[in-house]
């Protein structure tokens, strides 16, 4: 079992920058791969980006990619989404995620554990 809590959610002014992070406990955090997904109002969750167990891979979405950077600290339990460029459409809740396995980390069906979300708001 692997309990994840978000945090460093806010509001935000387009084109500026907020660092989500998602603190893991349980099991080895080293054991999972991450992902971050997003939830905007109406529509269906999609993934935004995610670090393979040892972070030597990363995977971004196309609309995030280029503007966002996921890492992670395995000394603390921890997967960092750095998010710069904001734009008004980024507004959605964030979900961290954690995957024993290590294929297809863009589907969210592939996860499993999930934390409880922080909202982002990028006004225009």
């Known amino acids: 079992q692997v309990h994840l809590v978000e945090s460093g959610g806010g509001l935000v002014q387009a084109g500026g920058s907020l660092r989500l992070s998602c603190a893991a406990s349980?099991?080895?955090?080293?054991?999972?791969?991450m992902g971050w997904f997003r939830q905007a109002p109406g529509k269906e969750r999609e993934f935004a980006a995610a670090i393979t167990k040892s972070a030597g891979t990363t995977y971004y979405s196309d609309s995030v990619k280029g503007r966002f950077t996921i890492s992670r600290d395995n000394a603390k339990s921890t997967v960092y989404l750095q998010m710069n460029s904001l734009k008004p459409e980024d507004t959605a809740v964030y979900y961290c995620?954690?995957?024993?396995?290590?294929?297809?980390?863009?589907?969210?069906?592939?996860?499993?554990?999930w934390g409880q979300g922080t909202q982002v708001t990028v006004s225009s």
């Open positions: 995620a954690a995957d024993q396995g290590t294929a297809n980390l863009a589907n969210l069906r592939t996860y499993d554990y």
């Open positions: 349980g099991r080895t955090f080293s054991s999972y791969a």
